[in-house]
């Protein structure tokens, strides 16, 4: 009597996407951070697509928000990284300064600004910033 193979469908059984990406710092690299970030969810959406189209819209603003802050409060070079978990995406920016962001104030009548962290805080499950000695990650945790 034949029997049909077992499949393990669950997640550690199928190759997790990462990809990985060091920037020089220069403000062009904003845009290839995000055209990286675009790359990764579309090889991820091949085997996973997102529960929700605007996962995929949170994921590409949340990384040009960290890349954006990358550029202009850190000098040289940066590192994006990015990979899939149980139940969402891992993202990890590396940047040369030690301290950690924090909120500013909203001014519209200056120009703007001031409005990043707290869109990162607002979009990501998760936000944790790890200091050392040449710089700091952020790590963050969006769903997928």
Not at 80 to 88: A, I, K, V, Y
Not at 90 to 95: A, E
Not at 115 to 139: P, R
């Amino acid at each position: 009597m034949a029997t049909e193979p077992h499949r393990d469908n669950t997640l550690a059984s199928k190759e997790i996407p990462s990809r990985s990406t060091r920037f020089s710092g220069e403000l062009r690299n904003v845009t290839g951070a995000r055209l990286e970030a675009e790359k990764f969810l579309s090889d991820l959406a091949r085997t996973a697509p997102p529960a929700t189209p605007e996962y995929w819209d949170d994921i590409l603003l949340v990384v040009t928000e960290l890349a954006a802050n990358a550029v202009q409060y850190a000098p040289g070079p940066f590192e994006l990284s990015m990979r899939r978990t149980f139940d969402g995406v891992h993202i990890v920016m590396q940047d040369t300064n030690t301290t950690p962001p924090a909120p500013r104030p909203f001014h519209p009548s200056r120009g703007g600004g001031g409005i990043g962290w707290h869109l990162i805080h607002t979009l990501c499950d998760q936000v944790s910033v790890v200091t050392h000695d040449s710089g700091k990650e952020i790590h963050v945790f969006l769903p997928w």
